[in-house]
């Protein structure tokens, strides 16, 4: 008998409700117990005002940092809302995602996954089809509320649950979703 897939854990929630900050801390407290993770966080990069000026595309592995997308200056990318992105960070972080997967890692983070993906088949989307080929890897993929139902078509099978992020329960959050992978992750 086959051991049963690894979940697949939706996280969604407004902008700015903390999703990729539940990621880390999940990151962090599944790491300090020994679970190895991969694949790519993004990061909000706010000017002195506080206004969003572009993203950040982070490394989940070696916490390395690269620029992903401005929305003042032309990056060479394709462009989505407010943002140029850089078509060789994009590329980066599917071959974060591609090695986590090949390297059969613990957890492995897609974020964020949005219409750049799953409405033009751009950026990340490559990384997408990943989740289904490796079911014995545990999976947190981030979208927006307005694409949960277009990435559930596609996960389907895959996907646990939806986490829904909050102001309220961010906090809490990241320890339930850690010992979750940890209950799943064999040892």
Same mark, same amino acid.
């Given at each position: 008998?086959? +051991?049963?897939?690894? #979940?697949? @854990? ?9 999703? =990729? ?9 599944? +790491?300090?117990?020994?679970? !190895? ?5 993004? !990061?909000? $990069? ?9 993203? =950040? ?8 940092? !690269? ?6 200056? $032309?990056?060479?990318?394709?462009? @989505?809302? #407010?943002? =140029?992105?850089?078509? +060789? ?7 974060? %995602? ?5 390297? $059969? ?19 990340? %989307? =490559? %990384? /997408?089809?990943?989740?289904?080929? !490796?079911?014995?890897?545990?999976? /947190?993929?981030?979208?927006? #509320? ?9 996960? %389907? #099978?895959? @996907?646990?649950?939806?986490? /829904?992020?909050?102001?309220? $329960? ?14 799943? /992750?064999?040892?």
């Amino acid at each position: 008998m086959s +051991a049963s897939p690894a #979940p697949l @854990i939706l996280l969604t929630g407004e902008r700015g409700s903390g999703k =990729s900050t539940v990621c880390s801390t999940v990151r962090d407290f599944v +790491a300090r117990r020994g679970v !190895h993770c991969g694949g790519f966080l993004t !990061h909000r $990069n706010l000017d002195d005002t506080g206004t969003t000026c572009g993203l =950040s595309l982070e490394e989940v592995a070696t916490g390395a940092s !690269h620029r992903l997308a401005a929305t003042r200056e $032309n990056l060479g990318g394709p462009r @989505i809302g #407010p943002f =140029s992105m850089d078509a +060789a960070m994009l590329a980066l972080g599917v071959q974060l %995602a591609r090695s986590a997967f090949e390297a $059969n890692l613990d957890l492995v983070f897609l974020d964020e996954i949005g219409p750049l993906e799953l409405a033009q088949g751009l950026g990340f %989307a =490559s %990384a /997408i089809p990943l989740v289904a080929r !490796h079911p014995r890897v545990a999976v /947190i993929l981030t979208v927006r #509320p307005t694409l949960v139902e277009v990435a559930a078509e596609q996960l %389907a #099978p895959r @996907i646990a649950h939806v986490e /829904i992020v909050t102001r309220e $329960n961010r906090d809490l959050l990241p320890r339930r979703l850690g010992e979750e992978f940890l209950g799943a /992750i064999p040892g």
